[in-house]
């Protein structure tokens, strides 16, 4: 167990709709990564939050967008939703201030867009 | 973006049998980390690795970060049914502070 959850476990929505997905980061984690993983590949990065502001940005379209709260849970929003966003989304916590960034992963949302 | 070549895609082994899987960059990258997932779940972490040339060991797992920083590698010792899944390696690049890339997973399967 990382400590690590996420909500809700699964998800079904149509086209053009608008999702959000949560993460709560394990205990003392200041920071939060999200990735898109589609099915039968590696997990691609989205984008991570420290102090609530977005602190990088992977390849994803401005309909992927987030939110980090003073708790240092996030939310992962994605607008006009289209059929290639069905995937596996994960989240991770890190504890940025170590010099190293390793992250734990929460159980995922799985998301399929119909 | 970064694109990390892990390989093999997938092996078949008898049970007691050692496995070997590595990734390579085409960047130098500041740390390694290898995870491991299971079906419909994230990824766990196995090890993690820090500084070119490190060797580290968790149980039956070790793990080397490659000496030109380009590469990892993870091998399983006496390998048993509870390792089937995905394995997957996870390198930071030097001029990132905070992204990750991940390679496309090693299908183990582990015959009893």
């Known amino acids: 167990e990382t400590g690590v959850t996420q909500s809700p476990t699964h998800l079904i929505k149509t086209r053009g709709q608008q999702v959000t997905l949560r993460c709560s980061s394990q205990?003392?984690?200041?920071?939060v990564s999200w990735y898109q993983q589609a099915l039968g590949q590696g997990p691609q990065f989205i984008f991570q939050?420290?102090?609530?502001?977005?602190?990088g940005r992977g390849n994803f379209p401005p309909r992927f967008s987030g939110l980090q709260f003073p708790n240092y849970s996030s939310e992962l929003n994605v607008n006009a939703l289209e059929l290639d966003d069905s995937a596996l989304y994960l989240c991770a916590s890190s504890l940025r201030g170590r010099g190293s960034w390793v992250q734990y992963f929460g159980p995922g949302t799985r998301l399929t867009v119909l | 973006g970064q694109q990390l070549n892990q390989s093999p895609q997938s092996m078949f082994i008898q049970e007691g049998e050692d496995v070997s899987m590595n990734c390579t960059s085409s960047?130098?990258?500041?740390?390694w980390l290898w995870y491991k997932q299971d079906p419909g779940e994230g990824p766990v972490l196995l090890i993690a690795l820090y500084k070119a040339g490190e060797l580290t060991s968790n149980g039956r797992l070790t793990a080397q970060f490659g000496i030109t920083r380009k590469d990892s590698f993870l091998n399983i010792s006496a390998s048993i049914p509870s390792d089937v899944g995905i394995y997957f390696c996870?390198?930071?690049?030097?001029?990132?502070?905070?992204?990750?890339?991940f390679g496309t997973g090693t299908s183990l399967t582990v015959i009893p």
């Open positions: 960047s130098i990258f500041n740390t």
């Open positions: 205990s003392g984690h200041n920071t």
């Open positions: 996870a390198g930071q690049p030097w001029n990132t502070g905070n992204q990750f890339y």
């Open positions: 939050y420290y102090r609530e502001e977005e602190n």
